[in-house]
């Protein structure tokens, strides 16, 4: 079981303390709005950003930060490093 959180604009909009992670395998398909069955409808919206973290828990401050810097921030905690340690790093 995985504690999960989603947050919407860089506030917690909701949590999940029995969340399940999905199956380690190669998928041929990776969708962000659309079912994988034909029958359900596309998602009517639009999603700007999407980053999603694996085995490192942010803090609702982690969030914030991200978020007011969304368009300078990379998973890495500097330039040169390619995120490997989970962590985050932001351009001024």
Not at 49 to 61: F, I, R
Not at 71 to 77: G, I, L
């Given at each position: 079981?995985?504690?999960?959180?989603?947050?919407?604009?860089?506030?917690?909009?909701?949590?999940k303390?029995?969340?399940?992670?999905?199956?380690?395998?190669?998928?041929?398909?990776?969708?962000?709005?659309?079912?994988?069955?034909?029958?359900?409808?596309?998602?009517?919206?639009?999603?700007a950003?999407?980053?999603?973290?694996?085995?490192?828990?942010?803090?609702?401050?982690d969030?914030?930060?991200?978020?007011?810097?969304?368009?300078?921030?990379?998973?890495?905690?500097?330039?040169?490093?390619?995120?490997?340690?989970?962590?985050?790093?932001?351009?001024?």
């Open positions: 079981r995985t504690n999960m959180r989603v947050y919407k604009n860089g506030v917690l909009a909701g949590t303390t029995d969340g399940h992670e999905p199956n380690v395998l190669t998928r041929t398909q990776h969708w962000l709005g659309r079912s994988t069955w034909p029958s359900n409808g596309y998602f009517d919206g639009t999603i950003y999407v980053k999603m973290w694996h085995g490192v828990e942010l803090q609702q401050s969030v914030s930060t991200l978020y007011v810097a969304r368009e300078k921030c990379v998973a890495s905690t500097s330039p040169s490093d390619n995120g490997s340690d989970g962590n985050f790093y932001c351009i001024n």
